[in-house]
């Protein structure tokens, strides 16, 4: 068969799950033996997510092959256990780049180069293009924002251009819009899912289906009032309501129908579907009771989606441990400026993890963090900046070097143990030009990192511009710092302390993060967990 097209739009707001029902959707053709790939269009103008700060649109998610795309993309990875690409993540900022750079090429010679035709073609040529070169048999596109933003017009056009173009049994629309719940009268409100189906119609698209998000089941009453204005049947109208996880989001769906549904809807062989893994992966996440307190030192702590792939990475690790971390959220900033004292903060935690992050903002809190963490002997997880700033603190508090820095915070430090990649200063342009993305990695054995991967050769993905200063290295090896992984460039990749020195202290350039699965965790996270036991 052709690729299908499933198409999932967002009303009344935005940030209200579209990303769990793609990834769910997926999930559920995939667990019928369908092969699946998924796009998440972003309407924004930014080419890619690499310049946002975490704070405007959460952590920036990076692809094997070194895309900086949405953080929707790492639930997409999670949930099918796949590997996506720089290509599965669509902009507004791309499509017109490369509109534009076609008409001064002379592409569009004699033609006024505008939104219909050139744009909506250039949206289909991505989207159609890309389920060609990867041969799925169903490709989720996921688009951005709320229907009736401006930004998302062109998409939604390309989206009912793509129905009239391959015909009904080709391409669904999935609309995802939320039911709140009256405080004052504890009343299920269904006029804004009415409202947000009747703008998508105005628009030209009917959907298929409604998928309600709502703080508790769909009732039925609910349920014929969005089914009768939706101009739809009941049983296309869905409940997503609130869950103790987002995992449990595709069996919450597939209880009911909605995986028969999407094969009806295709017209494709309907197939039993193998969910035994996943249900028993979100039943052990229900029950677990053990709890460990881990730290979460960063400097974007009150938007958590900062660090949404560690915090998940975390929680694969509790259900391998059967010991689930508690998470507790320590601002870097506040340490810095003396509203909250390191020990106060850490004295009761069993691990931590010391956050990525850009920028001089709470750097010190982090430094004087590791400082804790490291004398009194508390497993630490270091991530990127985080295991920078351990070379850091070591060069300050054990070689003695006071002013040791990284030289992205103070250009004119003495000691700059952390240093620009040589291939880094020259660059014009921020975006897309750090070391993105999966490297080859040399494990060396007999350390701890090796026996968490218990392979000579990973790769992880990484996303910085600072590497260690290797001129510094002897001092810090002879200092008690084991270099546990290296580039086949001669960069350092993962730092630690013996095990006669600290339970677990180990370092990691790369954001092991990226590739942990729910049913697959990363091993330092698991590493971290068993060591905060």
Not at 452 to 463: F, G, S, W
Request: with cysteine.
């Amino acid at each position: 068969m052709g690729t299908k097209f499933a198409f999932v739009t967002g009303g009344v707001m935005s940030g209200i799950g579209k990303g769990i029902v793609s990834a769910s959707t997926g999930l559920l053709l995939k667990s019928r033996g369908y092969s699946v790939g998924i796009i998440k269009v972003d309407p924004y103008l930014n080419v890619d997510a690499g310049t946002m700060n975490p704070y405007a649109h959460g952590e920036v998610y990076v692809t094997e092959d070194g895309g900086e795309t949405d953080l929707d993309l790492g639930h997409y990875e999670r949930f099918l256990g796949i590997n996506l690409t720089k290509k599965h993540n669509i902009t507004t900022g791309q499509v017109y780049f490369n509109v534009i750079t076609k008409e001064r090429r002379g592409e569009y010679l004699g033609k006024t180069v505008q939104i219909i035709p050139h744009i909506t073609d250039e949206i289909k040529n991505r989207i159609i293009t890309l389920s060609k070169d990867t041969g799925v048999d169903v490709m989720v596109i996921e688009i951005g924002g709320t229907v009736g933003d401006i930004e998302g017009l062109p998409f939604l056009e390309a989206a009912r251009q793509m129905w009239v173009d391959l015909g009904p049994d080709n391409v669904a629309f999935i609309h995802v819009a939320i039911s709140p719940i009256l405080s004052a009268t504890g009343e299920q409100k269904t006029k804004p899912v009415q409202h947000s189906v009747q703008e998508l119609r105005r628009i030209g698209i009917q959907p298929n289906a409604v998928i309600v998000r709502s703080s508790r089941p769909l009732e039925e009453e609910s349920r014929y009032k969005i089914a009768l204005f939706s101009n739809l049947p009941k049983e296309s109208v869905f409940s997503d309501h609130d869950t103790f996880t987002p995992y449990e989001v595709p069996l919450i769906l597939e209880s009911q129908g909605y995986g028969k549904f999407l094969t009806k809807r295709f017209n494709i062989e309907e197939r039993e579907a193998d969910l035994a893994s996943w249900e028993e992966f979100v039943n052990k996440l229900k029950s677990i009771d053990k709890q460990v307190p881990i730290a979460m030192v960063g400097k974007y702590t009150k938007l958590k989606d900062s660090y949404i792939s560690i915090t998940e990475a975390l929680k694969s690790a509790g259900v391998f441990t059967s010991v689930m971390p508690k998470l507790i959220w320590v601002e870097a900033t506040d340490i810095e400026n003396g509203q909250i004292k390191v020990e106060d903060v850490l004295q009761d935690v069993k691990g931590a993890v010391v956050l990525p992050g850009f920028g001089a903002r709470g750097t010190e809190g982090k430094i004087k963090a590791i400082k804790y963490l490291r004398e009194n002997n508390i497993p630490m997880l270091g991530v990127c900046f985080g295991m920078q700033l351990s070379v850091v603190e070591f060069s300050r508090n054990v070689l003695g070097l006071k002013d040791a820095n990284s030289t992205e915070i103070n250009p004119n430090t003495p000691y700059p143990v952390i240093d620009l990649l040589p291939n880094q200063k020259n660059i014009d342009y921020m975006g897309g030009t750090m070391r993105l993305g999966a490297s080859k990695i040399n494990v060396v054995k007999n350390t701890t990192v090796y026996d968490l991967y218990r392979k000579e050769i990973v790769y992880e993905r990484h996303r910085h511009r600072y590497e260690v200063n290797l001129k510094f290295l002897d001092k810090l090896i002879d200092a008690g710092i084991k270099v546990s992984g290296w580039s086949d460039q001669g960069l350092v990749e993962f730092i630690e302390l013996s095990k006669k020195d600290h339970k677990f202290f180990v370092g990691t350039q790369p954001h092991p993060e990226f590739t942990s699965r729910p049913l697959n965790p990363n091993p330092l996270y698991v590493g971290l967990i068993k060591a905060a036991i």
